[in-house]
């Protein structure tokens, strides 16, 4: 079987770059398998790479609060902040049944009813009824207007199982790690075959089966590898990725055709509140667990146990997002000021050692890249910072916060990645989006290489 991946691959990785962003990019260039050759192959043929807005529920955002129910608007809007590309949660698994049959409009819920819509990413996920296939076309119909491109994944069993509605959920969950990865490598396959037959296959910039593939959640390489040939089997003219948050190469299947990395090289910077409450182990039901930032929180918190009976009942989901979300549920306003002022004073102070991280990640993306996977074009699919309090604005409003991250861009041009998102924090549904809007056009600008 390795014999045959690695004859199956050879021309692909010889050449990858030159049908790589061909693919990715909508054009054809000639190039060699290093940065530098990257950059100039993509500056040459004067198209531009991946600008990519994180729209991870974008389909699901009908319910109250919604954000995105209009693609019409949103997608514009995008194009004027510089974005080209999206990626999303596509539904493998949730669209279709196993028989192939569309399930059409289905019900979900809140996470946590009550005490989750704080976090970031989070504040219009108030549940609802919603037909994920219908809204994808919808998507891909405005997409292919304003020459925008998807790049579709899966959350399911890091995140997207938390809205799913029980049967949905038993079924997926019920499944053994040795099918998750051909069970949605079909159920990408169905969602794929239906938008050619709309026509609309070329608006998917690439396709992922998993964000942040691991062994916990999703089974074996070889079963990676298996997934991923059959879909390259059924789809030659789509090209199927890898997403990792980490370097373990036992974890990378060598017949992917673009890796999708994840550098949050700035969520450090939180560590000045969420200290050691988030991954750590104390019992946050005694008050003493948390003396040294009782300043910034409220008078009278929700109790710990209050957030996991919010999801009784139902699957639990990872231990550390009810940390997470109790935290922030109980962030008190009045202290965020003092906080915000925290936060930038020692992002300020520690500039020089942010830029270094991401540059660090971008050098070892590369390294790996090049030893494991020679030649397959790479994407930065999440980074900088994510999943604090809505609330807070200090990132918004810091130059120093986008001077970090106009760093990472220009590294990740010059390193010669076909996308990247600047944030994670990239949607319609981030205070950015409304509030800085200029913040995004000027980084998504010095990626795409308009402004130096």
């Keep these: 079987?390795?014999?045959?991946?690695?004859?199956?691959?050879?021309?692909?990785?010889?050449?990858?770059?030159?049908?790589?962003?061909?693919?990715?990019?909508?054009?054809?260039?000639?190039?060699?398998?290093?940065?530098?050759?990257?950059?100039?192959?993509?500056?040459a043929t004067g198209q531009e790479r991946l600008a990519i807005s994180f729209w991870i529920w974008a389909l699901w955002d009908t319910g109250p609060n919604c954000i995105v129910r209009d693609f019409e608007v949103r997608v514009a809007e995008a194009v004027e902040r510089g974005f080209n590309c999206f990626r999303i949660e596509g539904g493998a698994g949730i669209t279709h049944d196993a028989t192939g049959r569309p399930r059409g409009e289905l019900e979900f819920y809140p996470v946590l009813p009550?005490?989750?819509?704080?976090?970031?990413?989070?504040?219009?996920?108030?549940?609802?009824?919603?037909?994920?296939?219908?809204?994808?076309?919808?998507?891909?119909?405005?997409?292919?207007?304003?020459?925008?491109?998807l790049i579709l994944s899966s959350w399911y069993y890091l995140h997207t199982f938390w809205f799913t509605d029980k049967n949905v959920t038993a079924e997926l969950l019920g499944l053994p790690l040795e099918k998750r990865f051909m069970v949605f490598a079909r159920g990408l396959d169905r969602i794929l075959e239906e938008l050619k037959q709309r026509g609309l296959a070329d608006t998917i910039a690439t396709a992922e089966i998993f964000n942040e593939v691991s062994p916990r959640?999703?089974?074996?390489?070889?079963?990676?590898?298996?997934?991923?040939?059959?879909?390259?089997?059924?789809?030659?003219?789509?090209?199927f990725s890898?997403?990792?948050?980490?370097?373990?190469?036992?974890?990378?299947?060598?017949?992917?055709?673009?890796?999708?990395?994840?550098s949050y090289y700035l969520w450090p910077i939180y560590g000045l509140l969420e200290q050691d409450l988030i991954g750590g182990d104390k019992d946050l039901n005694d008050r003493a667990a948390y003396a040294p930032i009782r300043?910034?929180?409220?008078?009278?918190?929700?109790?710990?146990?209050?957030?996991?009976?919010?999801?009784?009942?139902?699957?639990?989901?990872?231990?550390?997002?009810?940390?997470?979300?109790?935290?922030?549920?109980?962030?008190?306003?009045?202290?965020?000021?003092?906080?915000?002022?925290?936060?930038?004073?020692?992002?300020?102070?520690?500039?020089?050692?942010?830029?270094?991280?991401?540059?660090?990640?971008?050098?070892?993306?590369?390294?790996?890249?090049?030893?494991?996977?020679p030649g397959v074009p790479l994407i930065l699919g999440e980074g900088?910072?994510?999943?604090?309090?809505?609330?807070?604005?200090?990132?918004?409003?810091?130059?120093?916060?986008?001077?970090?991250?106009?760093?990472?861009?220009?590294?990740?041009?010059?390193?010669?990645?076909?996308?990247?998102?600047?944030?994670?924090?990239?949607?319609?549904?981030?205070?950015?989006?409304?509030?800085?809007?200029?913040?995004?056009?000027?980084?998504n600008a010095v990626f795409l290489g308009k402004k130096p």
Aim: proline share 5%; net charge neutral.
């Design 242 to 262: 890898l997403d990792t948050d980490n370097f373990d190469t036992s974890r990378i299947p060598r017949n992917a055709r673009v890796w999708t990395y994840h």
């Design 114 to 149: 009550g005490h989750d819509l704080l976090t970031r990413g989070q504040q219009h996920m108030t549940g609802g009824r919603v037909d994920l296939l219908k809204r994808l076309v919808e998507l891909c119909m405005v997409a292919k207007r304003y020459n925008v491109k």
């Design 217 to 239: 959640y999703h089974g074996r390489t070889v079963d990676h590898e298996e997934a991923l040939d059959f879909l390259q089997t059924r789809h030659p003219d789509i090209r």
């Design 384 to 443: 900088a910072s994510y999943c604090a309090d809505h609330r807070l604005r200090w990132e918004e409003r810091s130059d120093a916060y986008w001077e970090v991250i106009e760093h990472a861009a220009r590294a990740y041009r010059e390193h010669g990645l076909v996308g990247a998102v600047p944030r994670t924090n990239s949607g319609p549904e981030d205070p950015v989006w409304h509030e800085y809007p200029e913040r995004l056009q000027r980084a």
């Design 295 to 373: 300043r910034f929180l409220r008078r009278d918190p929700v109790p710990f146990q209050a957030i996991l009976d919010s999801r009784a009942g139902r699957p639990p989901i990872a231990r550390d997002w009810y940390r997470r979300i109790w935290l922030y549920r109980n962030l008190d306003p009045n202290a965020m000021p003092e906080l915000e002022r925290l936060l930038q004073e020692d992002l300020e102070n520690r500039i020089d050692e942010f830029k270094q991280r991401a540059i660090n990640d971008v050098k070892q993306l590369v390294k790996t890249r090049d030893e494991v996977l």
């Design 1 to 43: 079987m390795e014999d045959h991946k690695q004859g199956a691959n050879s021309l692909t990785r010889r050449e990858t770059l030159r049908v790589g962003l061909g693919t990715l990019l909508g054009t054809t260039v000639a190039t060699g398998t290093r940065a530098a050759d990257d950059t100039r192959a993509a500056d």
